[in-house]
Each structure stands twice: as structure tokens, then as C-alpha cells.
């Protein structure tokens, strides 16, 4: 089903079941998944590639050129799981250097005027609410939750379960199950609501409440805080996961930081 004032390229591939409303551009090197639906007034452009059912509403744009300064040409792309849905005024930019991908995940609702910029790599089951906005290099893991106009500063990581308040500037990463908030962000405790809906165990959920307290408020620099929590929670595949983010961070957690002593509320 496609409108008769689309555009389409005829060298773009579209598969079955796809609806592409009105006035809508699809270029040469585009693929479409099936039953994927464009509502109307959608530019997709460059090297994409979208799996299934995903849907895309009014004025968003992805695949375009990076507005990176750094772009130098060569061939580009975004690559696109399934049954995502991007809305009103979304957009998804191309890489900036040559056989770089932007990717995105599966079953993700970006609503409207989020941005992400070229070199993201996004997860599954993430929200990203109105006008947030991810810089370029940026890593979002799965379930991360991103608030209304928030931004998430060049080569940050948000991680696995973690929730972003509006408006907040996130210039470190975010570690995962935690929730951040501010300008700019700091870490406030665990996303214990985000936890308990996605099925978190009661002791799960009190091991992540300990961590947090190891990590941000017990006064240990960065390397004691995560041998400690390696010691006590030798056994917990959660835990191990929070340990090696940490571990990897190059830019520090919000407001962890290697060399700065955070001192214990009392």
C-alpha cells in the first residue's frame, strides 16, 4: 500500500505488507523489513536498513548525513532492528566515517524530536522521551530509560536498566540499574520502581542497594569500591555485570570518579 504522491527510489527494496502514506521519501539504498509503516511526510535516505513492523510517524528522518564536521565522505549506514516506533520529527543519523554503522536495536519507542546522532549504538526495549537527545559515539544498553529533554554528552554509556531524569546533562557514564538526574548528572540511588516492574527479585533489588552504597557513598576510590563489591557478591550475574561496566568506563560514572574520594552521608 503506498501513496500515489510518495517517492520511492527504484532500486530501494521494500518488503511485504509495507504502508507508506503520503509525501513520503524513500532513496536508492533503503531497505524495509515487512509490514513496516510510514505514515506520511517520512524521509529515509543513505545505506538503511530496517527489519520488521516498525513504525515511523510524521517529519522523522533517519539515514541522513552526519552533521558531524569531521565527514569526509565514503559510504555510511544505520542499520535498524524490528518493531521499533520512531515519532513526530525523530531523527537517525548515518556514521561519520567510511564503513561506519549507527544501530538500533529491537522494540524501542523514541518519541518525538529525539535525535540520534551519527556512531550510536542503541540496544532493545529502550525509551527515549520528547527532545532527548543522544550525541555522537553514544552507547545505550537495553531497558535504559532516557527523559524529556535530556542530553547525553559524545562517547557516554547508559547502562542496562538505568533511568535518565528530564532534563538532565549527562557528561559520564551512567551505570546500569541506576538512576541519574541533574546538571550535571549525578547518580541517585538505584532505579528501584524501573527494577521492580521488569521483574527484579526482592533480593536482587537489596544486593543493587548495597552496591550503590559501596560505590557512591562508602568513601572508596573506584578500584577498592568494586573488589569489595567482587568479594561479596562473587555469585551475582547482575553484579558482575555492574563490576565490569564500571570497570571498563572511560569516562567515569556519574559522579564517580577514579581519583575523587566520595564521602558517606552521616
Keep these: 500500500m503506498v501513496h500515489p504522491t510518495t517517492?520511492?527510489?527504484?532500486?530501494?527494496r521494500l518488503g511485504s505488507g509495507c504502508e507508506i502514506g503520503p509525501f513520503c521519501v524513500i532513496g536508492e539504498h533503503v531497505v524495509l523489513g515487512d509490514n513496516c509503516q510510514l505514515h506520511?511526510?517520512?524521509?529515509?535516505?543513505?545505506?538503511?536498513?530496517?527489519?520488521?513492523?516498525?513504525?515511523?510517524?510524521?517529519?522523522a528522518c533517519i539515514g541522513l548525513k552526519t552533521q558531524d564536521l569531521k565527514w569526509k565522505?565514503?559510504?555510511?549506514?544505520?542499520?535498524?532492528g524490528d518493531r521499533n516506533v520512531f515519532r513526530e520529527y525523530a531523527t537517525v543519523h548515518s556514521a561519520t566515517s567510511d564503513g561506519?554503522?549507527?544501530?538500533?536495536?529491537?522494540?524501542?519507542?523514541?518519541?518525538?524530536?529525539?535525535?540520534?546522532?551519527?556512531?550510536?549504538?542503541?540496544?532493545?526495549?529502550?525509551?527515549?522521551?520528547?527532545?532527548?537527545?543522544?550525541?555522537?559515539?553514544?552507547?545505550?544498553?537495553?531497558?535504559?530509560?532516557?527523559?524529556?529533554?535530556?542530553?547525553?554528552?559524545?562517547?557516554?554509556?547508559?547502562?542496562?536498566?538505568?533511568?535518565?531524569?528530564?532534563?538532565?546533562?549527562?557528561?559520564?557514564?551512567?551505570?546500569?540499574?541506576?538512576m541519574?538526574?541533574?546538571?550535571?548528572?549525578?547518580?541517585r540511588?538505584?532505579?528501584?520502581?524501573?527494577?521492580?516492574?521488569?521483574?527484579?527479585?526482592a533480593e536482587s533489588i537489596s544486593q543493587m542497594t548495597r552496591a550503590y552504597k559501596i560505590l557512591f557513598r562508602s568513601g572508596l576510590i573506584a578500584v577498592n569500591a568494586l573488589n569489595r563489591l567482587e568479594t561479596e557478591f562473587s555469585g551475582s550475574a547482575?553484579?558482575?555485570?555492574?563490576?565490569?561496566?564500571?570497570?571498563?568506563?572511560?569516562?567515569?560514572?556519574?559522579p564517580l570518579k577514579s581519583s575523587v574520594e566520595i564521602r558517606e552521608d552521616r
Aim: glycine share 12%; with cysteine; net charge neutral.
Design 7 to 12: 517517492q520511492i527510489h527504484p532500486k530501494a
Design 40 to 59: 506520511s511526510h517520512v524521509v529515509i535516505d543513505g545505506h538503511t536498513r530496517l527489519g520488521n513492523s516498525n513504525q515511523i510517524f510524521p517529519f
Design 73 to 80: 565522505g565514503g559510504i555510511t549506514g544505520v542499520e535498524i
Design 100 to 178: 561506519g554503522v549507527t544501530r538500533v536495536g529491537s522494540d524501542n519507542h523514541f518519541l518525538a524530536y529525539t535525535h540520534l546522532a551519527h556512531d550510536v549504538q542503541v540496544g532493545n526495549h529502550i525509551v527515549m522521551s520528547n527532545v532527548a537527545t543522544l550525541a555522537g559515539h553514544v552507547t545505550v544498553d537495553d531497558y535504559a530509560i532516557i527523559g524529556g529533554l535530556s542530553a547525553v554528552h559524545q562517547f557516554c554509556r547508559i547502562g542496562r536498566y538505568a533511568m535518565i531524569g528530564g532534563c538532565a546533562k549527562v557528561v559520564q557514564d551512567i551505570a546500569p540499574f541506576m
Design 180 to 187: 541519574a538526574d541533574g546538571n550535571p548528572a549525578e547518580t
Design 189 to 201: 540511588f538505584i532505579n528501584k520502581v524501573g527494577l521492580e516492574r521488569s521483574g527484579f527479585s
Design 238 to 254: 547482575e553484579m558482575a555485570h555492574l563490576i565490569h561496566f564500571t570497570r571498563t568506563s572511560q569516562r567515569g560514572l556519574a
